[in-house]
């Protein structure tokens, strides 16, 4: 009886240490969220997301051109998208190392806007 008593100690005992073994950690890296705005003959935007394996997801955001209020408010709509994917990053344990700040470049007759963002883990 004392054997069985011990034996299932012992084996209760190896069984919730295992629960505490340390798992192997998440790969580590760096992504980027890269927001985009084109106003030329069409307007175009969109969100690229830039995995630490290299593998990129492009969300395209409705932007139609207009009145110069139109635009800023497509401009918000672009910002709060790119606001919404890196909240949804820092929520999976990613955090914001830096930000380029939003560049306007003229080609031509079309102008373009991005922003770069860079999470690490």
């Known amino acids: 009886m004392k054997k069985a008593v011990l034996s299932l100690a012992l084996a209760l005992a190896v069984a919730g240490s295992w629960a505490f073994y340390p798992k192997p950690a998440e790969p580590a890296g760096s992504m980027m969220v890269i927001s985009n705005v084109s106003l030329g003959f069409d307007a175009v935007a969109s969100i690229i997301t830039v995995a630490p394996d ?48 939003s560049g306007l470049a003229n080609q031509g007759s079309t102008f373009f806007s991005q922003s770069v963002y860079l999470l690490e883990k």
């Open 54 to 101: 290299g593998t990129q997801q492009e969300k395209a955001v409705e932007f139609n051109r207009g009145s110069a209020k139109k635009v800023a408010a497509n401009l918000t709509e672009v910002h709060k998208a790119t606001l919404a994917t890196i909240n949804q990053y820092t929520r999976a344990g990613w955090h914001v190392v830096s930000v380029t700040p």
